[in-house]
């Protein structure tokens, strides 16, 4: 590690630590003055952003589409500060930052039958305040990839276990220790929107458009017949606390077709985005993968074969 990346992750995490001590509507309001800035200085955000609004809802006009990019990288901005007050906040001032819970018994019923529960967590308001309140009342388990920075690593993954959750890579390894887990009729945490690597996903249409989507939903569902529901944190109004959203899936996510099932996920995705759409991650290059383009990606077919026989 490079002297450049120690005092980057060092002034990182001293941020962070920082935030962690401010009250969420004091970050809300520290979020509306940054981002502006951001907004004119991040330019491949705030064109991706753009991209995919326009994308979503095409017959909206470019002046109702403008607020709207906005507030979404204004969120997206809170959000880069609210990881600190996740991570480093005292446990009792993130638990009180929760005002309701809606749906919880959506998982309670699944555990009281004696199944596991798959949450798709999108990236919609602050998916980590999810995880923090899902660590805190059940066993959870969790696919974690470490960041580039890799200094940050230790950092992030401390910070996501700090309240009981249990990170395992994403690897067949890490597939055997969710399966494991729905079994003990546990939960189990899935990011339903990340782009997968070609041999890991199908297209699906999001928004209507093509979007790759992961198939490790099917195979999960198939061998320990676990209840699905998508799970997301919605940020009130003015930095005021957020409300904790559990809804039932889409029926097609228990498809064992993965093409059926990957569009029941994307459904169920867009269901959190329409209570708030701005407080989606927009500037995700959800579409960056389109069909045919497998084809000329060395390899594909062996890792699609390899990922279905190690699922």
Known sequence: MTLIERLQSRTITALWRLMGSCSTRTLWR???ILAPLYTLLARRERRVTRINLRRAWPELTDTELRPLARQSLRHSVAMILELG???YAEPQRVSNAIHRVHGRELLDE??????GVIVLGPHFGNWELLNFWLSGHFPITAMYEPPKMAALGPLIRQGRERNGATLVPTTSRGVASLLRALRRSEVVGILPDQVPDWGSGVFADFFGHPAYTGT?????????QARVVTGFTRRLPNGEGFDLHFLAADERVYDPDEAVSAAGVNACVEAAIALDPAQYQWEYKRWRKTPGEETDEPGWRERKLYNRRHR
């Open 30 to 32: 520290i979020a509306g």
């Open 85 to 87: 007050f996740a991570w």
């Open 110 to 115: 699944a555990r009281a039958e004696g199944r």
């Open 216 to 224: 490790l939903l099917p195979g999960l569902v198939a061998r320990t």
